[in-house]
């Protein structure tokens, strides 16, 4: 029902359903993980509050989402599902973040310092500004690029 909500107050005021996605909904998601985990590090967990950020998210990505679309897959069929700009923008930046921390990490002997966290930081800072840009701005090429990707008649992937 909140996500339902949501979405009613961002057409109201203009707002895509992606764009809410990726902020309100993604931030109040979150917010119980990052209370959680910092609790952990400053509680003398530093080790179990750095596996929370990963592990919760995973789990949830992995068994959350995979059982429901597992299920629904199984059940009815092949689910169909918006396809818009800001998911291949999403998946770049998500693979980048990968390799930062695939890179860095080892370079600082597995530690995770401030410098680690602020990169990342930062990263999320471009991240977000990027698909602001975009979801503003609405470029020819990139819409022609998802266009030639996924077909031209609807913003709907079904396969």
Not at 17 to 32: C, E, F, P
């Amino acid at each position: 029902e909140l996500v339902s909500a949501l979405e009613f107050l961002g057409t109201a005021v203009g707002i895509s359903r992606s764009m809410l996605g990726l902020t309100v909904l993604a931030w109040g998601n979150s917010i119980g993980d990052f209370v959680a985990d910092t609790a952990l590090a400053r509680a003398g967990n530093p080790k179990m509050g750095a596996a929370g950020c990963f592990g919760g998210p995973l789990f949830n990505l992995l068994i959350g989402t995979g059982v429901s679309l597992s299920f629904h897959n199984f059940s009815k069929g092949n689910l169909c599902f918006d396809f818009d700009k800001t998911v291949p923008v999403g998946l770049a930046f998500l693979i980048g973040s990968v390799l930062i921390t695939m890179v860095s990490l080892p370079l600082l002997k597995w530690k995770v310092t401030r410098q680690f966290g602020m990169l990342h930081v930062g990263y999320y800072v471009l991240f977000m500004l990027t698909t602001l840009t975009l979801e503003l701005t609405n470029p020819p090429w990139l819409i022609s690029g998802l266009q030639s990707w996924f077909g031209k008649h609807s913003g709907v992937v079904c396969r």
